[in-house]
């Protein structure tokens, strides 16, 4: 029981170049959820995933995609990054909405 | 504007001591809270909740506080080891999905 998995732990990229950070989990949780953690502030929620084939905004979903491939699976990607989006980006899921969430070790993410 | 605020960037605490962290909030439409630990290079662990219609919950070593009056919570660890060393954040939703996390506190705690 893996619990929540992120790939890649660590990641360079140029200004412009794209990306797909990769989450899964398998606890057979409905509710997947992505932030970032920036330094001096907490963690902000991008979007969230209530079920398969439905994702909802959150606080900073701007220059970001996501998908919901299926219940176990969570992906986030960056079309044309951007020095801003240098951060800390955790995947996590729980079973309801609401409900303790349980976090990945995060992808360290930095664009130049 | 900051819905959720930790005034504490660092604590220092003996071992063996009370630790007491916390978070303030302006939204008095939050109505349930959590408490996460996070160690360097992990993502956060869950430590405890508390729900709006309560004002207080305790788990173990970890108590929970909930001034609704004041929209103040802390987090009391006793008594606290030096395991308990992280950066522990304060998180509060309003009916949904979407929490709102402080900027953490890191514990320190000194053998």
């Known amino acids: 029981n893996a619990g929540v998995t992120q790939t890649p732990k660590f990641q360079v990229l140029k200004t412009g170049q794209s990306m797909t950070l990769q989450c899964a989990q398998d606890?057979?949780?409905?509710?997947m959820y992505w932030y970032r953690q920036d330094p001096g502030m907490g963690l902000r929620l991008i979007y969230y995933?209530?079920?398969?084939?439905?994702?909802d905004k959150g606080e900073v979903p701007n220059g970001y995609n996501v998908s919901r491939l299926n219940k176990r699976e969570f992906s986030l990607r960056l079309e044309s990054a951007a020095p801003s989006q240098t951060s800390v980006y955790f995947c996590?899921?729980?079973?309801?909405?609401?409900?303790?969430?349980?976090f990945g070790p995060g992808t360290r993410l930095l664009v130049l | 504007d900051q819905q959720v605020k930790q005034n504490s960037p660092s604590l220092s605490v003996q071992e063996g001591r009370i630790s007491i962290l916390n978070c303030d909030y302006t939204?008095?439409?939050?109505?349930?809270f959590l408490w996460y630990k996070k160690y360097p290079a992990e993502g956060p662990t869950f430590l405890i909740s508390?729900?709006?219609?309560?004002d207080k919950n305790e788990d173990g070593r970890f108590t929970v506080f909930l001034n609704k009056s004041a929209k103040h919570l802390s987090l009391h660890i006793v008594p606290s080891q030096p395991g308990d060393s992280a950066v522990y954040f304060c998180?509060?939703?309003?009916?949904?999905?979407?929490?709102?996390f402080g900027t953490g506190t890191r514990l320190k705690v000194l053998a």
């Open positions: 996590a899921s729980s079973e309801e909405p609401r409900v303790t969430q349980y």
């Open positions: 606890m057979n949780h409905n509710s």
């Open positions: 995933s209530a079920s398969e084939g439905t994702t």
């Open positions: 939204n008095s439409m939050f109505d349930y």
């Open positions: 508390i729900s709006s219609i309560k």
């Open positions: 998180a509060a939703s309003e009916r949904t999905y979407k929490y709102i």
